[in-house]
């Protein structure tokens, strides 16, 4: 997913978004299985010029956040701001980003999801960041013929929304704990719940760690160049960028978690 939270996406420019979105996708080709390119923007045109975009230089789909400023007051009100969105992008799949913790729109998406398919013909599903498990598991109980997929994005409590029947999972932390992740989904699917979760426990314990020094896409991508050793360079304002005390803090500890050996 391109230009999302961690991506910094609502802080670039529409031309910026452009490059990153054709980028992506020119070296995703063969390699990926799906570029998804977030279009959210404050601005209905601006979100639809960027969906026309997306489909224009073959993205696999498309993700919108709701407007965050002037907000969505009601479930209708967001469907219809989505819809005029997706419209521009008609031939391929519209997921619906939904993270109020940033975007502070708390509309629960199980309300969201009532005849959905008749105003977004592409809607394939929903990118969740949020804790409401409760949404979560309303969500996916009333999805009985499995149309739609969940992509849960609150990763320190990933297992707990698999738990529940989400069928995938998006998120900052997957940029270096992916390999830990999806031994952990290995081990869900093979029923190893003590495995599981002893997975689960320990990216919880560096998440909780971070967190309590303060953690947000600055910190995030810190983590990133210093697992990767691929620079990302420094965030935008106004966000600044991570302490070299945190850097220190951070790495010392992921250093010292030893994950299982199976
Ligand atoms: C609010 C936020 O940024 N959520 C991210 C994804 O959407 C997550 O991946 C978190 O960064 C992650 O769960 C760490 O708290
Ligand atoms: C956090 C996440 O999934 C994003 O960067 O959009």
């Known amino acids: 997913m391109v230009n999302g939270t961690t991506g910094e996406g609502l802080a670039l420019s529409i031309q910026e978004r452009k490059q990153l979105a054709e980028e992506w996708v020119r070296q995703g080709k063969d390699k990926l299985d799906h570029v998804i390119i977030h279009v959210g923007a404050l601005s209905l045109p601006g979100s639809q010029e960027l969906a026309r975009h997306a489909a224009a230089i073959g993205a696999s789909g498309i993700a919108v956040i709701a407007p965050f400023f002037f907000k969505p007051t009601s479930k209708d009100e967001l469907l219809a701001f989505l819809r005029e969105v997706a419209s521009e992008a008609p ?32 809607f394939q599903g929903v990118k969740f960041s949020d804790t409401d498990l409760l949404d979560l598991a309303q969500c996916i109980n009333k999805n009985g013929r499995e149309e739609f997929v969940f992509l849960y994005g609150v990763d320190e409590q990933l297992l707990s929304a698999l738990a529940i029947g989400a069928n995938g999972a998006v998120g900052s932390t997957y940029n270096y704990l992916g390999q830990k992740t999806n031994m952990m989904l290995q081990a869900f699917a093979q029923h190893d719940l003590a495995l599981a979760r002893k997975y689960q426990f320990l990216t919880g314990e560096f998440l909780n760690f971070v967190i309590k020094l303060g953690f ?40 010292s978690i030893v994950w299982p050996t199976n």
């Open 91 to 122: 031939a391929i799949p519209f997921y619906y980003y939904h993270i109020p913790p940033l975007t502070g729109v708390k509309i629960r998406v199980e309300e969201l999801l009532d005849g959905i398919k008749e105003q977004i013909p592409t």
């Open 216 to 255: 947000g896409v600055a910190q995030t991508k810190a983590v990133m160049t210093f697992v990767s050793g691929i620079p990302m360079g420094p965030p935008r304002l106004p966000l600044v960028k991570a302490s070299e005390e945190f850097i220190a803090k951070a790495k010392a500890k992921l250093d």
